[in-house]
């Protein structure tokens, strides 16, 4: 907004105010912008503003492309309109344009040696852009305009207005520099204007600009008003900081009285061109009644503070999220039509692919005509340093657990399969489920229940005398033929039985469990190198290896026994003596080290995740930490570690290629000495296997395609299925673990990729835009840890605890919009400092507590099961109840309860139908618009009815 100051005989327009969504201040003390604040303005203004418009002069649609043309149809108007005399016009048209001076060029002017980092930031960022100038020759000129009559103001706002439909992207055309214009200053007469690029950034494409300008002068007697709406929007030179064209002005001249207010006139018509409502109305008005029912449209919604109860100079911060006006817009006489709830959740059913196709592999067809279209982007969409830091984080996330949990299985199978089988069993599952799943964004792993399935199958077969691998070849493959039989009747449908009471428990208890191991991890460091409490120390260590005289005398002879390690000792087959054998040699600090590097994982992680949102330094560098958080924080305590020179526990990746047990191979013969009716002894342990496997994978797919996280690329379950189903055959033939979608994983990679807006304006929080969905990051992750045989120089020096901090970090991230959780803390607090959730307006809070109770035990036995070696195969068929417990909370809560309790529809999403459902019979005697693509109707009830459309005259 900018004033017109008078300093001699020199004019000129001072910005002083802005708008794009929240107003700024010049503080000309201070000579900067104020922080974006909600406008607040008096009812007097508002009053003074609908005067002016409905008695003042009102142009629609002028043909004119520069401000000179603009100036000279507004002088003839306003002297043929008899509200300006002859003699003043030259005079009006001098102060029009006179030189605009904005806050920009003004802190250039004075600029002070020191600079913050993110003005030098800015000033970098914009060098590159270079300048912008439109020099053209003007078009001719042309009266091809609508009018009406004006009155007064005092500043010019520059108010920024998005449409999408009607206004292209922002514009190189050719607009018109004068170099004749009055401007107030000698040395700048000819000057280029120097847009403001560095705020370029914030404001949306296709941007249009509406100028209010404001001033007081000594040469008028009463107050002329125009307000001018361009037939095509066209840069004016200087007129806005930024060089986006202007559709909109509205000019206010009066003379010089105590009594003015013309600044409170001017930001009362900035912050109606910034409303949505209005700013839509302005745009496709026809005539003068209809920018008025614009304005009564804008009081009947506006909010009185009384001055007793509240200072206007306190300036209100902007929201954290903008309330919708779809309410505004909706059409009084159309009440929306009550949709039946089955039909609702049946079509929902049917865009996701969990409804039955009734054809055989129907719901595959489905899903690879859903997914085939977006195939090419699945890469396109990856070319991004966001899939860089995901790719980094998940496939240190990844590593560590293949490792120990193939360290798991070497013990639970007799190391028919271990870490390197582990690490084989990732590249191959990851690069075919990343190149062809339906739904690339689940990352795939390894879990404790088939851990269990595998520990059981071995012990049948060391009792029956088979070979483990050859019977579990037969197992895999029917495990994939069953698979294949679900694929095909569809039975992924039966996903959408499982809700937010089911999904919730399931993902809070593998986060639960992820924090669990990660702490337990680190105490299990403190067993090995346990902290010296005593006053001394005893630094001896008495162990060592005794020959083994069943050796061959050569082998007994080439080693000195005595200096052997315990490993090697075991691997001759010798024996350990001496009273220290059963511990660790002490080194001291091993274990606060590790403490030190767990927790310092962790809190650097979630600070810098979180650093996007800090008040440091420019957007971009903070997005770009925020992004590469965690990588940071195993950079930084890798190195700590490493320069710290304590003897800390390290990653332990295989340094050769080759399976694990010399006696198997890569391929599995399908008996090796087993008798032929293992084939049908498999059946039964794989229907187990099957049941384990569709569960894990279908509610971590559930998880990950929740609405919440607007995915725009569709599901995958039956195509997913089928992919899995593929590769457990492989993994089977060649003697590999199984792996399935691995929930915390899955929801951190998810979080990983999210996208905010880039460009928001000054005041207004980024808001939430979905996932970059794409197959990149899961290819690179899996394809790198497939190749970590041949990092183990570089893996060798990461530190464990800081892996398990990573761990713990995940765990905590994974609980992060978890309602369930939410409502866990809930039960803690007192009313009075509870959140504003939904569901505690809408709900009971005894209600509330009681769902959560029978959710938390439900997760309590669930944790039971699964702590168990014993039961946790069991887990799988728990979750199965888990449903039916769902299902009978129909006896106990209402429908309306359980459908806000248990609801997948997103918190805000669910928020807006609830405030649409209370406006709901409350329509009469308010102004509301319907501003459909070539349709407004502007309402005031009872006291005037005017429609908008394309045919009506204009008069």
């Known amino acids: 907004m900018e004033e017109l100051f008078t300093e001699g005989d020199d004019m000129e327009w001072k910005e002083t105010a802005r708008w794009i969504k929240f107003e700024e201040d010049v503080e000309e003390g201070g000579n900067r912008w104020s922080k974006p604040h909600v406008a607040t303005l008096s009812l007097h203004s508002l009053f003074e503003l609908r005067s002016l418009l409905l008695n003042g002069t009102v142009i629609l649609d002028m043909d004119a492309a520069t401000i000179e043309q603009i100036a000279d149809l507004v002088i003839d108007m306003l002297i043929s309109t008899k509200r300006l005399e002859q003699e003043k016009s030259e005079k009006v048209k001098e102060a029009f344009l006179k030189r605009h001076r904005h806050q920009h060029q003004r802190q250039k002017a004075g600029l002070p040696f020191i600079r913050s980092l993110q003005d030098i930031g800015k000033n970098h960022s914009t060098s590159k852009t270079g300048c912008f100038t439109c020099i053209g020759k003007p078009p001719k000129k042309k009266k091809n305009y609508q009018h009406s009559n004006g009155d007064s103001i005092k500043n010019e706002s520059n108010t920024l207005v998005s449409e999408k439909e009607k206004v292209p992207r922002l514009l190189k055309s050719t607009s018109n520099v004068s170099i004749n214009r009055n401007h107030s200053g000698s040395d700048l007469s000819n000057d280029i204007p120097q847009h403001n690029l560095a705020f370029m950034k914030k404001i949306p494409p296709g941007a249009e600009a509406s100028n209010i300008l404001v001033g007081e002068v000594d040469f008028l007697e009463k107050t002329l008003s125009v307000f001018i709406r361009l037939n095509k929007a066209q840069v004016l030179g200087d007129l806005t900081e930024v060089p986006v064209p202007t559709r909109f002005l509205f000019l206010l001249l009066g003379p010089n009285t105590s009594s003015s207010g013309y600044h409170e006139i001017g930001r009362a018509m900035a912050t109606l061109m910034s409303d949505e409502v209005f700013h839509e109305v302005a745009y496709r008005a026809r005539n003068r009644s209809h920018l008025l029912a614009g304005i009564d449209e804008f009081l009947d919604a506006v909010t009185v503070l009384p001055p007793g109860e509240w200072d206007p100079a306190i300036r209100i911060e902007p929201p954290a999220a903008i309330p919708s006006q779809d309410i505004r817009k909706r059409p009084p006489e159309k009440v929306s039509e009550e949709i039946d709830e089955e039909e609702e959740e049946q079509k929902l059913r049917e865009e996701s692919g969990l409804a039955r196709s009734g054809t055989l592999f129907g719901g595959l067809k489905n899903d690879l005509k859903r997914k085939a279209p977006w195939y090419w982007s699945d890469f396109k969409d990856a070319l991004s340093t966001q899939c860089i830091a995901s790719w980094i984080f998940l496939y240190f996330a990844c590593l560590s657990p293949i490792i120990t949990f193939g360290g798991l299985l070497a013990e639970a199978t007799g190391r028919n399969m271990a870490a390197m089988e582990s690490l084989v069993s990732g590249f191959v599952c990851g690069l075919g489920y990343g190149f062809f799943s339906g739904q690339p964004l689940t990352i795939l792993g390894s879990t404790g229940p088939v851990l269990v399935f595998e520990t059981i199958v071995y012990d049948f077969c060391s009792k029956m005398g088979w070979d483990y691998l050859s019977f579990r070849f037969w197992i895999g493959t029917w495990i994939a033929i069953i698979l294949l039989l679900l694929v095909a009747i569809d039975a992924s449908a039966l996903v959408c039985y499982i809700t937010r009471f089911t ?37 001896t260590y008495e162990c060592s290896c005794l020959v083994n005289d069943s050796l061959p005398i050569a082998h007994r002879e080439i080693s000195n026994w005595t200096s052997l390690n315990k490993t090697l000792c075991s691997q001759l087959n010798g024996t350990l003596l001496g009273s220290d054998c059963n511990r660790v040699p002490y080194v001291a600090d091993v274990f606060l080290m590790s403490i030190l590097l767990f927790l310092g994982t962790f809190l650097i992680s979630v600070q810098l995740k979180d650093f996007k949102n800090a008040l440091f330094f420019p957007s971009k560098v903070r997005q770009f930490v925020s992004d590469f958080a965690v990588i940071i924080a195993i950079l930084s305590m890798t190195f ?93 033939m060649m003697g590999l673990p199984w792996f399935v979608a691995a929930t915390v ?137 888990m449903i039916g417990i769902r299902k009978s909370l129909d006896l106990i809560f209402t429908r309306r309860e359980l459908k806000i309790l248990d609801d997948l529809m997103p918190e805000l999403t669910r928020r807006h139908q609830v405030l649409n459902d209370k406006e709901v019979g409350f329509w009469g005697g308010v102004s509301k618009f319907f501003l459909g693509p070539k349709l407004v109707k502007l309402e005031k009830y009872p006291y005037q009815v005017c429609s908008i459309n394309e045919k009506e005259t204009i008069t």
């Not at 993902?507 to 990660?518: C, D, P």
């Not at 293992?678 to 342990?685: D, K, N, Q």
């Not at 894990?696 to 992919?723: A, M, P, S, W």
């Open 503 to 539: 999904e919730e428990n399931f993902a809070t208890l593998i986060a639960f469990i992820f924090i669990f191991k990660a702490v337990e991890n680190v105490i299990v460091i403190g067993k090995n190198f346990p902290i010296n409490t005593s006053g001394s120390l005893n630094g």
């Open 640 to 732: 700590l570690d490493y320069f710290s020179n304590i003897p800390t526990p390290k990653l332990q990746v295989p340094h050769e290629f080759k399976p694990t047990l010399p006696t198997r191979g890569w391929l599995i013969p399908p008996f090796r000495g087993n008798p032929i009716y293992s084939i049908f002894l498999a059946i039964p342990p794989a229907l187990l296997g099957t049941i384990l496997i569709f569960m894990d994978q279908q509610i971590t797919c559930v998880i990950i395609n929740r609405k919440e996280y607007k995915l725009k690329k569709g599901c995958g379950y039956h195509l997913d299925l089928f992919v899995l189903a593929g590769l457990i055959q492989i993994c089977s």
């Open 745 to 881: 994983l899955s929801i951190n990679h998810v979080n990983s990729l999210k996208l905010e807006s880039e460009c928001a304006a000054p005041g207004e929080k980024p808001q939430f835009l979905g996932v970059r969905e794409q197959r990149v990051t899961h290819i690179l992750i899996f394809l790198t840890i497939g190749l970590s045989v041949f990092l183990t120089p570089m893996l060798g020096h990461i530190p464990m605890p800081v892996l398990f901090g990573v761990f713990l970090y995940m765990g905590v991230a994974s609980l992060k919009g978890l309602q369930f959780f939410d409502r866990i803390l809930i039960m803690f607090m007192p009313n009075k400092y509870q959140p504003d959730y939904m569901f505690l307006r809408q709900v009971p809070i005894k209600k509330v507590h009681l769902f959560t109770l029978i959710q938390l035990a439900c997760l309590i036995c669930l944790w039971s099961i699964k702590s168990f070696s014993s039961t946790s195969i069991l887990f799988p068929l728990m979750l199965v109840v």
